[in-house]
Nanobody, 121 residues
Framework: QVQLVESGGGLVQPGGSLRLSCAAS????????MAWYRQAPGKERELVAT???????NYATSVEGRFTISRDSAGQTLYLQMNNLKPEDTAVYYC???????????????WGQGTQVTVSS
């Protein structure tokens, strides 16, 4: 079973930056779509950014221009570069994957366990 593991969260001051990573626990054949979600206290989980196998990206309006989603060339790691962070960005961030395993099995909805991002002075 391929799992996704997030890392890179932590405490940062407003205006600071963090880079989140989401690594596959085993080799995958190809990515269909990968995404970052977040869930703030008392709020429902929201979509932050997506990237397709072809490299197309989409962002929530609240983060566009500040965050950048990307993946490595091998498709094994997903990144979220977060710049000019605001207190409103405080949340648990989750990666989500839709991908093919090396055995050509489609796994359309795989979640990581999340990493905490806290933006505070």
């Amino acid at each position: 079973q391929v799992q996704l593991v997030e890392s890179g969260g932590g405490l940062v001051q407003p205006g600071g930056s963090l880079r989140l990573s989401c690594a596959a626990s085993a080799r995958i054949r190809s990515i269909v779509t990968m995404a970052w979600y977040r869930q703030a206290p008392g709020k429902e989980r929201e979509l932050v950014a997506t990237v397709t196998s072809g490299g197309s990206t989409n962002y929530a309006t609240s983060v566009e221009g500040r965050f950048t989603i990307s993946r490595d060339s091998a498709g094994q790691t997903l990144y979220l570069q977060m710049n000019n962070l605001k207190p409103e960005d405080t949340a648990v961030y989750y990666c989500n994957g839709d991908f093919l395993t090396t055995g050509w099995i489609r796994r359309p909805n795989v979640w990581g366990q999340g990493t905490q991002v806290t933006v505070s002075s």
